[in-house]
């Protein structure tokens, strides 16, 4: 898969025309930069389910699979 910094692949589970709001983590980046510089780190881990806002994230095709990337900020919760 592809690594982002600072943020979150998410395998995509929604049908076609609709952006999806939920699903599980497939690759976590190193986290975000704050503005002194420090890497805020993720609590978040591969195979998490979790909630993000609506419309959040870019969709890519990835070797024919389907993928939202996500800013840790989107993120609203894990399950």
């Given amino acids: 898969v ?5 943020g979150l ?8 025309g609709s952006k999806p709001s939920t699903g599980e983590v497939v690759k976590v980046g ?5 503005s002194n510089g420090e890497i805020m ?3 978040i881990s591969v195979g998490d389910m979790v909630k993000f806002r609506d419309f959040a994230g870019n ?3 990835i070797d024919g699979e389907e993928y939202a990337v996500v800013r840790m900020t989107d993120i ?4």
């Fill in 2 to 6: 592809m690594e982002r910094a600072s």
């Fill in 9 to 16: 692949v998410i395998a995509s589970t929604a049908k076609k």
């Fill in 30 to 34: 190193p986290g975000r930069m704050a």
């Fill in 41 to 43: 780190t993720v609590d």
């Fill in 59 to 61: 969709e890519v095709k």
């Fill in 76 to 79: 609203l919760a894990k399950f």
